[in-house]
């Protein structure tokens, strides 16, 4: 048995890799397993830290259940999801900046006409969003789908929140004839992460607060481009600068403008966001395996895009 050093360990740990089937997952592993062991070097970790550091994750692992992700927090308020945003981003055709899903986000919010509002009942201050979705090279997308959600103003989604409504605050718009969507809401807020748990203990430890600014997220798709996963952050919050998950970018900061009409006589016309999304087109696959789907086809299409949405959901915010 040979003696092993810091280096031959490594050496000895990439080998027993050597008959890793799939390549990809080989690729990842070896860098995984170099980085790690490098870490500990450089670091001079010692066993107690390292054990400490198994505990955490371990209490990460505990507090995760069908409504709360820690694991996803925790990869957010590192940065790495949002480095797994930017490192997916700049491989695509330009288009609309995306950035991080998050772990509030539902399938199947209801589909609504242009013009309608997410709110309900909601109490806060009226908002219209309007804009058009268009391809990269600025040509509008008919029947482009934009689904919507965001957090209330007391700053908790409905999951989180037993005296909201069902889907409230969510809510799927199709694009008109001229890519052109608009919708209402109410003005949202900036509001900390969830913070009582490990993530939070970690993010005090480092001296850092848990609040995201205020924003609006979208997921935009259609046919024959790659979904548009993105949110607005709102000019001015106090948290813009720091957001606790990094996910907010200058292109993506929008302001409040006065809005061209109010929807009754005598009614205060609301704020306006407008925001026109353009999509990257989708990475070209071989004909047989991409047929062009006919109208009738759609839900299938659809389908797909929720597919490959949802394989996302777990690594961003």
Do not use: C
């Amino acid at each position: 048995m040979k003696t092993l050093t810091e280096n031959g360990l490594t050496a000895a740990a990439l080998a027993r890799l050597g008959r890793t089937p799939n390549p990809r997952m080989k690729q990842i592993m070896t860098a995984l397993i170099r980085h790690l062991h490098g870490f500990v070097r450089e670091t001079g970790l010692t066993p107690a830290e390292w054990k400490t550091g198994i505990e955490f994750l371990t209490a990460v692992g505990h507090i995760t259940d069908d409504k709360r992700q820690e694991f996803i927090l925790l990869s957010d308020t590192l940065g790495v999801s949002a480095m797994v945003d930017l490192v997916r981003h700049r491989r695509l055709e330009h288009g609309t900046d995306s950035s991080l899903l998050g772990p509030f986000y539902r399938d199947g919010a209801p589909e609504q006409p242009l013009g309608a509002s997410i709110a309900g009942n909601t109490p806060g201050e009226a908002i219209v969003l309007r804009g058009q979705v268009t391809d990269a090279h600025g040509r509008p997308l008919a029947d482009a789908l934009l689904d919507v959600w965001q957090a209330a103003p007391n700053g908790r989604y409905e999951i989180q929140d037993e005296h909201q409504a069902g889907m409230n605050l969510r809510g799927r718009f199709r694009t008109n004839a001229d890519g052109r969507y608009e919708f209402r809401s109410v003005k949202p807020k900036s509001y900390p992460v969830p913070d009582d748990g490990p993530v939070g203990m970690l993010l005090r430890a480092q001296g850092r607060h848990p609040y995201r600014p205020a924003h609006i997220h979208f997921i935009v798709t259609a046919d024959g481009y790659e979904p548009l996963i993105t949110a607005l952050y709102i000019a001015g919050d106090s948290y813009i600068e720091s957001d606790a998950v990094f996910g907010a970018k200058q292109w993506l900061t929008v302001g409040y403008h006065k809005s061209r009409a109010a929807k009754g006589k005598g009614e205060r016309a609301p704020d306006a966001i407008e925001f026109d999304f353009a999509l990257a087109a989708a990475a070209e696959t071989p004909r047989s395996r991409r047929p062009r789907p006919a109208r009738s086809a759609r839900p299938a299409a659809r389908s797909r895009q929720r597919r490959a949405i949802s394989g996302n959901i777990y690594s961003n915010i």
